[in-house]
């Protein structure tokens, strides 16, 4: 096998992959291996996560890998908050449910009657989303509480299929600090909360740092897969949670940068070494999470590329199959600034049909209502850069910084248009890329805690040389300046 070959699996909420990665002259360099579908199974009306599927699929990544030369180690990162519930055998009780599921649904005011709203963000420092963990546990709760009954121990969704792998079950700090149930300042599980709520601290075990190797492949798994049971590949708990897996590979050598990670989600935020959780931060809901290496990231979730994924998918099912590109080509020939949304309203949270949600936003706020695609397209983008301006805003603010350059990562900035529109809504430059920030970034912390790559700084040095860096400059800010002052009339 050869040596210094890691695996990293990245789970999208609508897709994942598989990317090896290998250290050369000073460079990262990553090759795709694997790609397929991440579908939710709705069943009686509860919306599931295909765990034991997407169980397979990681499997079918480690065989690819394996014929690819081999692998030292594997790292998995996915989305935030969800998890699965393990019985007295160590056995799944039922398949992971979706963050969007509605389960959720009337449960932040259920949390709040047993602990005050203001004094939760105060001990946790998190965002309040509907799907947050504490939310779903406080739905299971009231709804099935026999499930919690059985349950002896939860794992958040990447620790869960580390503990597939290895049999052994941990808690990385990452992806615990999504589930607003971690003192954010001590980062431990809130005993606090947890009583409050009525669950039981026994289903959770001693948060562990992002980089901590978790255990070796099972012998069975090996044997089943043709891998190397003598030398059986090890699982590293990468920083689990995709926002932070992707902060690792921001190209920067700043101490204070802001970025904006791109995908389904628009995570924008900035790293710093504790966190930022008093009043201010509390009424202009900024959140705090785990980043890698005892950092803490202090963000705003913004819903990003959802709303034209949900477009696709609509236009899709009549009849109308666009490519991105071809969507952006149409946004750009339509007239700027005629209609606008609030990319976070609440009805743009759920599955549906999004084209039909945004004319009717359109219409209840009096603008003029977008028809085509294009116009559709270039409504959801002008007003996701003047939302990413409203929480630079709002962080800058909190931090007492001002940032001079905005860093955009992830797949989303493919769309070109995005960030240009970015740069100019405002008033700075914009870094673009890396695209592949969150396997580069999982592959980076694999190397790191093998001992392949010295430490963060050497990381990200390394990516900033990478070619895979683009610059947007701002333009016309004036005419921007007037179009953000017409979309907060909308937002408020």
């Known amino acids: 096998m050869d040596t210094n070959r890691v695996l990293a699996i990245d789970f999208g909420a609508s897709s994942g992959r598989a990317i090896l990665g290998t250290f050369e002259n000073g460079q990262i360099h990553m090759e795709e291996i694997h790609r397929f579908p991440n579908d939710p199974v709705i069943l009686n009306g509860t919306m599931y996560w295909d765990t034991l599927r997407l169980f397979h699929e990681i499997k079918q990544c ?112 990452t992806i615990a600090s999504t589930t607003q149930l971690v003192d954010a300042k001590n980062r431990v599980w809130s005993d606090e909360v947890l009583n409050a709520i009525g669950i ?21 798994i090996c044997d089943e897969l043709l891998l190397d049971g003598e030398n059986p590949p090890k699982v590293i708990a990468v920083a689990g949670h995709d926002t932070q897996s992707a902060a690792v590979a921001v190209p920067t050598l700043e101490e204070d940068f802001v970025f904006i990670s791109c995908g389904t989600w628009s995570l924008f935020g900035t790293e710093l070494r504790e966190p930022v959780i008093n009043k201010e931060s509390f009424e202009l809901q900024v959140s705090n999470e785990g980043g890698y290496g005892d950092t803490s990231t202090f963000l705003k979730n913004i819903i990003g590329l959802w709303l034209i994924q949900e477009c696709r998918r609509t236009w899709k099912h009549e009849g109308l199959e666009f490519s991105y590109g071809e969507l952006e080509e149409m946004a750009l020939r339509e007239e700027p600034f005629i209609s606008f949304i609030d990319p976070d309203y609440h009805e743009f949270n759920s599955a549906g049909d999004m084209p039909d949600k945004i004319k009717a936003f359109c219409k209840r706020t009096g603008q003029v209502v977008p ?75 694999q190397m790191i805690s093998l001992g392949i790559i010295k430490d963060l700084k050497t990381v990200r040095e390394s990516i900033s040389k990478s070619d895979d860096i683009h610059i947007y400059e701002p333009q016309d800010f004036e005419t921007w300046d007037k179009a953000y002052a017409k979309w907060k009339t909308i937002l408020n």
């Open 371 to 445: 028809e085509t695609p294009g116009q559709i397209v270039r409504c959801i983008d002008q007003s996701l850069a003047l939302k990413y301006r409203y929480a630079l805003e709002q962080i800058e603010h909190c931090t007492k910084k001002k940032y001079k350059n905005i860093h955009m990562i992830g797949g989303g900035i493919q769309s070109k248009m995005l960030c240009e529109m970015t740069a100019c809504a405002n008033n700075k430059k914009v870094i673009a890329g890396p695209i592949e920030a969150t396997a580069l970034g999982n592959i980076a912390v």
């Open 62 to 173: 480690m065989i690819k890998a394996n014929h690819k030369g081999g692998f030292d180690s594997l790292g998995i990162d996915t989305w935030g908050v969800d998890f699965g519930l393990l019985d007295e055998h160590g056995d799944l009780l039922e398949n992971s449910i979706h963050y969007r599921d509605d389960r959720t649904l009337g449960m932040q005011e259920e949390v709040f009657k047993r602990f005050p709203k203001e004094d939760l963000y105060l001990l946790t420092g998190n965002q309040f989303e509907n799907f947050n963990t504490i939310f779903q546990l406080m739905g299971l709760k009231k709804n099935r509480p026999w499930v919690l009954e059985k349950a002896k121990k939860l794992l958040l969704t990447p620790d869960l299929y580390n503990y597939f792998l290895t049999g052994k079950q941990n808690w990385e700090y």
């Open 200 to 220: 039981s601290g026994v289903l959770f075990g001693e948060i562990n740092p992002s980089g901590t190797i978790v255990g070796e492949v099972k012998k069975e």
